[in-house]
């Protein structure tokens, strides 16, 4: 069974919440490399990424910390 188109997407935000906490918390944490392997190893990163961002940003509360690492992906 092939895996669902959005779990790309899925794994992503869920790495970038790791890392947003990280933020918050004032630590660098390996989680960052693990982010930038996830988006060196697929082509289509950068639309994810940025679908993302936009999603995130239209809320009524965007969480800033997880707008940056996606800046920051």
Known sequence: MPAPV???RAKMLQLAKRVAGD???GQMTDELQT???ALSERSD?????LDLLIA???KKR????LCEVFLLG
């Open 35 to 37: 982010v930038g392997l």
């Open 6 to 8: 959005n779990a790309p």
């Open 45 to 49: 990163a950068v639309v994810v990424v």
């Open 62 to 65: 965007p969480d800033e910390d």
């Open 56 to 58: 995130e940003v239209g």
């Open 23 to 25: 933020l918050r918390r």
